[in-house]
């Protein structure tokens, strides 16, 4: 796992879950700058007290959704994972996480891509999609063209995901994002992989 799961019991589980859907349905119906903690509390008919057991402020708690679709996505394709070379790692990787942001819908996003958010600056808190690029970089190491940087060619990647997802986010969705991820992924990867 990426990340250290706190023991919680199901019904902290729920909470949990409650306190981050919450916020997900406001950010998408009032904005990044509504989104406070008493909002957020009140919405879901929780404390603050049980906020702050779970996250520490409110982008930890956006930093969740970060967590949440790596989880399900290594939960679901580990084994398909570990079958495909380095190309095929990245490509799977990233067309999952362009199309589950794309699920949450263009407010979602316009939202939650908000400079102003911090739980996307990996220097504030780890993002999971960088941390499984370094993973799958550094195992194959060998398969990139000689000269690259498994750490700056994982820092491209999430740099180029979220450029995808605000570009589709800010057109109001205005395009179709899965080919156009899949064409940018496929040419940036053929650039830093080498040809068998």
């Known amino acids: 796992m990426i990340y250290e799961e706190k023991k919680l019991t199901e019904s902290g589980k729920k909470t949990r879950d409650l306190i981050f859907e919450t916020a ?11 989104l406070t903690t008493r909002r957020i509390c009140e919405a879901s008919g929780t404390s603050n007290g049980s ?58 996003c316009i ?9 996307i600056d990996p220097a504030y808190t780890p993002n999971a999609y960088y941390e499984i690029s370094r993973q799958c970089l550094h195992q194959h190491h060998e398969e990139l063209k000689e000269g690259e940087d498994p750490e700056q060619v994982a820092k491209e990647l999430c740099i180029m995901a979220k450029g995808i997802i605000v ?21 940036y990867l053929r650039s ?3 040809s068998e």
């Not at 997900?24 to 509504?34: C, F, I, S």
């Not at 939202?111 to 739980?119: E, G, L, V």
């Open 24 to 34: 997900v349905r406001l950010l998408k119906e009032e904005g990044y700058d509504a």
């Open 51 to 108: 906020f702050y057991h779970f996250f520490r402020n409110k982008d930890e708690l956006l930093a969740y959704y970060y967590r949440i679709s790596a989880e399900q996505f290594l939960s679901s394709h580990q084994e398909e994972l570990e079958q495909k070379d380095l190309y095929g790692q990245l490509m799977l990787l990233y067309q999952w996480y362009i199309r589950y942001s794309a699920e949450y819908g263009v407010e979602f």
């Open 111 to 119: 939202n939650f891509f908000n400079a102003k958010n911090r739980s």
């Open 167 to 187: 570009s589709w986010a800010n057109e109001r969705g205005d395009f179709a994002i899965d080919p156009v991820a899949e064409h940018m992924f496929s040419a």
């Open 192 to 194: 830093v992989i080498r």
